[in-house]
């Protein structure tokens, strides 16, 4: 019992020798931290700024001053005008790119991170010398550090983002949010407080755990903004932007509209021409309206998506226009009443070609056409004798009407293209050693798809002078008889070339009728 007692005599004497030890190896220590702090805040007395606030907590103006801690702190006590006035630095201080109340945007800053963790120990149950040394020396700390990485989202007072170290530094990812009043941000990374200058130049400030968490940490970061992005700019920017491309899509508006009215009113004034054209005109005589109306109507046998009305023609005119051709114009109807014209080329009464109103150029007429009145169409297309060795030589321009004829009656097969009458040029004739003609060529025009459009013929001759095949651009590698039909028949190829050869043979023969030199 007695050593009992004397144990715990010695124990406590022991432990106030320790203590005693201890304050007398602090005292210059906190003497000099005392003496320290109050230099700086001597020094840092004058280093005061004047900051925006948020009206809706108090003034909206506040002075701060440097405290002995490095700290910005409120001086409620020191005015502001007074401040302004001593020429002391403010808001372009040392505390420059302050943000203004209400800023919105984007901040990344990069810099440094120091800190260590400390286990925390609590206190023991029975005091002795082992437990108070270890209670006074505290856990083991453990340092880290480095490269640190910080974007932060503002939002007025509210303030959230991300930070992250460099690998092997020890700091982790992880997420920040918090508030921010001026250039002060008050955040919380998990259940660390971070106390901190934000501006747009740099984030600074401190760092300590919070509540009773058994490893604390304490930091300090110290990071210089690297990007700086103003929602307000933004959108700003975006908004004269959008302002710009309104005014120029205004403005091709009102040029459009403007070229619209221009084309408008010149469909109308050819409309009116047009107009006054066909009231020029004399009325056509019943021959010339009934050649109209049947050709027309053998015509749209070949339209594929129009029904011609029979017997609508009406209004015909009739005018004689260069070249000895006679012009026709007349009205008509379609699919039960859909209103339309149509103007024919009309030669020794003969229809060479139609031109309707919804479809440009004048094109060769499908079909069968009789002839109402005049003579009969020419069955030769050259002189007698001049497609023969004994003959006249003819020269390239004499092969034009040639060519003309075997495009017009071939087209009448065609589907989809109509053949522009007349459109041949650039004839050029291929020969021969013995002078004799092997091959004629041509460009003519078309129209295709309500546009016209350019292609060339070229007629390959037989060695007695008559059409051995025609070949066309579209297909140069096939040579056909004329008026070939063989994708919508079942005739024969050799019995088809025969027969077309036959026919044609007229026009390169003297005589339709002999059998010699053909």
Known sequence: MFGHREAVGIGGMKLWTVAAVCMAATAPLILATNSASQQRAETSAAQCRVQEMDPRRGPAR????????????????????????????????????????GWRGQISYSGTQQGYSQRQQRAPRRLTLGTALEALAGGEREEFGGPYQLQLTIDGDAVSGTYSGAPGSGIRPGRIAGTRNGSRCRLFADDILIEAECTADRFVGNGRSQGNSRVSQTLRIDARATD???????????????????????????????????????????????????????????????????????????????????????????????????????????????????????????????????????????????????????????????????????????????????????????????????????????????????SVRGDYRYITFGAEAEGWIEVRMSPVGSVSCIKYHDYPDQCRAIGDTTRFTRESNEARSQRETDNWNRFWCPDPGSTSGC
């Open 62 to 101: 506040q002075t701060f001053c440097l405290g002995a801690n490095g700290q910005w702190q409120a001086r409620p006590d020191i005015p502001v005008q007074s401040v302004g006035a001593a020429g002391t630095p403010s808001a372009s201080g040392p505390m420059g790119g302050e943000l203004p109340y």
């Open 228 to 438: 700086v992005v103003d929602a307000a700019e933004e959108e700003r920017q975006a908004a004269e932007a959008a302002a710009q491309d309104a005014a120029q899509a205004a403005d091709e508006l009102a040029q459009a509209e403007v070229e619209r009215a221009a084309a408008e009113a010149g469909r109308a004034a050819a409309a009116a021409a047009e107009r006054a054209r066909i009231a020029s005109m004399p009325a056509a005589s019943s021959a010339q309206t009934a050649l109209l109306e049947r050709t027309v109507r053998q015509d749209a046998q070949a339209w594929r998506l129009n029904r011609y009305d029979a017997g609508s023609m009406s209004n015909v005119r009739a005018s004689s226009i260069a070249g000895g051709l006679t012009l026709l114009r007349g009205d008509y109807t379609y699919n039960g009443g859909s209103r339309g014209w149509v103007e024919a080329r009309v030669t020794g009464g003969r229809v060479e070609c139609l031109g309707y109103w919804d479809v440009g150029g004048c094109a060769l007429p499908r079909g069968t056409v009789a002839v109402a009145s005049g003579p009969a169409a020419p069955t030769r297309a050259v002189p007698p004798g001049a497609g023969r060795s004994g003959g006249r030589r003819l020269a390239s321009a004499d092969y034009i009407p040639i060519l003309d004829r075997i495009i017009t009656t071939d087209a009448q097969s065609w589907h989809y293209n109509r053949y522009l009458t007349g459109s041949v040029t650039n004839p050029s004739v291929t020969r021969d050693s013995q002078d004799s003609v092997t």
